[in-house]
């Protein structure tokens, strides 16, 4: 139990498009979900926290207009890079929290963005 | 402000080999530590995961202990596997509040 899918797991996209993730629970219902960014050989950094049906919170230094997230019912969050450059190239996970404690997470498996 | 440091960031052992890992934190009061592995371009795999009132915790050939006074957590793998070969991170996290990652030691354990 407890599996948290991420779609696509790679992309590559030319500088100025926007790209969406998915991030999905698949056996339970996530009341949070949590997207980090992971630039190569440093650890996971925390993005933004999403609650089901509400604002997302950033952490200070991510730009919300630029990462748009949505949570939109209890097992899908998306993530979407507005006009991409490749500076935002990176690995992106998501994480899903079962209730309202944030340190029973689950990790999805990551999502490879690579910006041209 | 949490930090979390780990040593050492690289590793390379024979097989065979028992090993330690470590992760260092700042701030003590902690609600639970977690370690994971990841492999190259992938996602997260949770190894262990030791509750602020536990010291230590096993599974399998890994055994994961906690000290919150002095900080410090190890990651012990017994008899160490090419198949072992990754980067392990270590996370803190703090009431009410997210985790905060350690930047990881890759370890290569060769043939």
């Known amino acids: 139990g407890a599996v948290v899918s991420q779609h696509p797991s790679r992309v590559i996209c030319k500088s100025g498009t926007s790209v969406k993730i998915e991030c999905r629970s698949l056996d339970f219902q996530a009341t949070t979900m949590f997207w980090y960014r992971q630039f190569p050989k440093q650890s996971l950094m925390l993005m933004a926290t999403s609650n089901e049906g509400s604002k997302a919170t950033y952490e200070q230094g991510v730009e919300k207009d630029k990462f748009l997230i949505n949570h939109a019912s209890l097992t899908l969050s998306t993530l979407t890079v507005t006009s991409a450059h490749p500076e935002d190239s990176s690995f992106y996970i998501c994480?899903?929290?079962?209730?309202?404690?944030?340190?029973?997470?689950?990790f999805g498996p990551g999502t490879r963005l690579t910006v041209l | 402000k949490q930090e979390v440091t780990q040593i050492p960031a690289a590793l390379s052992v024979p097989e065979g080999e028992n090993l330690v890992l470590n992760c260092s934190f700042t701030d003590s009061a902690i609600y639970n530590l977690q370690w994971f592995r990841q492999d190259p371009g992938k996602g997260l795999t949770s190894l262990l995961l030791?509750?602020?009132?536990?010291r230590e915790q096993t599974s399998g050939r890994l055994n994961a202990s906690l000290d919150k006074s002095s900080g410090r957590s190890t990651l012990y793998i017994a008899a160490s596997q090419p198949g072992d070969s990754a980067t392990y991170l270590c996370a803190v996290g703090n009431y009410g509040q997210n985790f905060v990652f350690g930047p990881g030691t890759r370890l290569s354990v060769l043939p």
């Open positions: 030791i509750q602020s009132s536990q």
């Open positions: 994480s899903a929290a079962t209730g309202q404690s944030y340190n029973e997470q689950f």
